[in-house]
């Protein structure tokens, strides 16, 4: 991968990183409900499932995916009856009191429980195989070896979309003042939950 590629690469691919998809709105919530750290450490699942992602693309089984429109609207379906399933918890989530003002809401979910929800809606996003299949060619020298150049851009990439989550994941911490009260528990989880839902309903109803 030439210099001036990775220059293009590196700026236009935060740009992608930095978008609000659902993983960046569920870091968000999590950092409102859970804290900053709980909120990066349930980030791995997406890292995870980005690192998949781009295995698949390296392999040419990403181009296969994307080239598949079952296996694209199956994905597309599953993701978003997912997220649409988040939303409705968030919803329901029980409020509880909160002693000391600024202190994000706890609840008994596990570390693992929010690592698989981050990994379960980064790997069922179609988009998410069509950006690695459509966006990461277009940076590709075919003069130099395809593998090592992949390998670079997946780097990059995952090293960009940590600092995302730590952009969103800290903003929702920034937020959690408003959940002091039960009343305002109540306000975010239903405003958070309306998102997620409002998400994965755009998500089954999009084009490819």
Known sequence: MSFDLLLLFIPAAFAINILPGPNNMLAMTN????GLFDAMKGGLGRLVAFVILIVLTATGL???LAASTTAFYALKIGGAIYLVY????LWRSKTKDVEDFGE???SKTSTYAIIRQEFLVAISNPKAILVFTAFFPQFIDPVLPMLPQVTTMGIIFVFLEIIALFLYAISGKQLAFLTRTQKGQRIMNRTSGSFLIAVGG????SSR
């Open 31 to 34: 950092g409102l409900r859970y």
């Open 104 to 106: 994000p809401q706890r």
């Open 86 to 89: 988040l939303g409705i918890r």
């Open 202 to 205: 755009l998500l089954a109803t």
């Open 62 to 64: 990403g181009a296969i």
